[in-house]
């Protein structure tokens, strides 16, 4: 057993490698690339002018026109991501292109067969996901300098013009503010395992400041993204067909199944940070919510579902709280809750401004070059939850997981 113990100090079992997760960028693909094989160029051609293609309505001509092309000339994993996420930007603007009302129900086996086969090799659904939109759609101006909002692009865009750009890059920065965190949550688990109690009360305060970091980062929205282009111009394009009132049955994925397929549009919760953070900390949420926070895991890239799954069969960090009697864990833990149910205050903060208020406003004018504000998604997130119900349940379950202060 001694030896057992010795081994556990010196190879630690939680590491950010093992689910190719970067040091440097977090869930973030570091460096994305820009450029698919010369084979995929005519896709590339359309993702490069998709806003043009999308505003002008023929976006739905130029894919029926797409020639069909396989993707075993796709070399690499950062390919085959890149390809996920070309195909995922062609597909939503095919549905969207003529608003809500007017929705494709049919990808064309041109675009299907092939966005089905990049996604099954992936282990990612065939519709636009977190990881495609916001990890794999970043660059960096000037490689030697930080990674701040004024050194950094898209890689391709929907219409929305700088209000889209600002949300995906802002959203680029929470991911990376989250960085320490994630790093935290792995050193936490490993001093656990090894019994330091000063390892672990050093990551605790690092989470906390992390998950401070990313609520100062959130609010940058604020600078960056107009709450009426997002309204009324944005969120169409991240809406799926499940839960959708505007596809009520599912998309057709000619050639790939003659039933109709269900997936949810892009959401903040297929982000792999706070489902991690969540199942360190022992939040447990209600059914209801719980459920699609679940579901969302499933549009998650597989190794990030595998580290939340590698942190929930780990050592309970409440369990060893309360077993410690150490005063100081207990209140670090219980600061890290804090700050968790702060973020997710703010959260609904945001989501009050950018999706609740915007439609009461965007009821009472007609933006001319845009087209109409999606209804059917109203009070519903893009992921087709009731999403302030849905995130103020969730705030409120984090916060019933502080644990009480004993004497």
């Known amino acids: 057993m001694e030896f057992q113990s010795q081994d556990l100090k010196t190879t630690p079992s ?59 000339f796709l070399r690499s994993y950062r390919e085959q991501r890149l390809a996920h996420l070309v195909l995922s930007l062609i597909a939503m603007g095919y549905v969207w292109q003529e608003g ?173 940070v706070l489902h991690a953070f969540d199942e360190f900390l022992g939040i447990h949420h209600s059914k209801e919510s719980g459920d699609f926070l679940l579901k969302m895991r499933d549009y998650m890239p597989p190794s990030h579902k595998a580290f939340i799954e590698e942190i929930q069969s780990a050592p309970s960090l409440r369990g060893h709280v309360l077993s410690s009697g150490n005063g100081q864990l207990l209140r670090a833990y219980n600061q890290c809750v804090e700050a968790l149910a702060g973020l997710r205050s703010y959260r609904i903060t945001v989501v009050t401004k950018y999706l609740i208020t915007a439609a009461a406003k965007a009821k009472g004018r007609k933006i001319s070059h845009v087209p109409e504000p999606p209804k059917a998604l109203a009070d519903k997130g893009t992921g087709g939850t009731a999403v302030l119900s849905f995130l103020k349940t969730v705030r409120n379950k984090t916060l019933e997981a502080i644990l009480p202060q004993s004497g």
């Not at 040091?23 to 820009?34: K, Q, V």
């Not at 084979?39 to 894919?63: C, D, G, T």
């Not at 991911?175 to 320490?180: G, L, N």
């Not at 001093?191 to 390892?199: E, F, G, V």
């Open 14 to 72: 939680l590491s950010l490698g093992r689910f190719h997760i970067s040091e440097d960028c977090g869930f973030l693909l570091p460096n994305p690339l820009r450029e698919l094989p010369d084979h995929y160029r005519p896709w590339m051609e359309i993702a490069n002018k998709l806003p043009h293609f999308i505003e002008s309505h023929q976006l739905r001509a130029q894919v029926n026109k797409l020639p069909l092309l396989s993707c075993q």
């Open 100 to 272: 809500e009302t007017q929705p494709a129900q049919v990808l064309p086996r041109n675009l299907a067969l092939p966005f089905v086969e990049v996604s099954r090799t992936l282990g990612l659904p065939p519709i636009l996901v977190h990881s495609d939109l916001m990890l794999t759609n970043w660059t960096t101006r000037n490689p030697e300098r930080p990674l701040d909002i004024g050194n950094l692009d898209i890689l391709f865009s929907f219409p929305g013009g700088e209000s889209l750009r600002g949300f995906i890059l802002v959203t680029v920065l929470v991911e990376k503010a989250a960085v320490p965190g994630i790093k935290a949550v792995v050193q936490a688990v490993n001093a656990i395992l090894q019994t330091s109690q000063d390892s672990l009360l050093q990551a605790l305060q690092q989470l906390r400041l992390s998950i401070q970091d990313i609520t100062r980062t959130l609010g940058l929205m604020h600078d960056y993204v107009d709450p009426g282009i997002f309204y009324a111009v944005i969120r169409i394009f991240l809406s799926g067909w499940k839960d959708n009132p505007a596809l009520p049955v599912g998309m057709i994925y000619e050639g790939v199944s003659t039933e109709p397929l269900k997936y949810s549009g892009g959401s903040a919760a297929q982000s792999t």
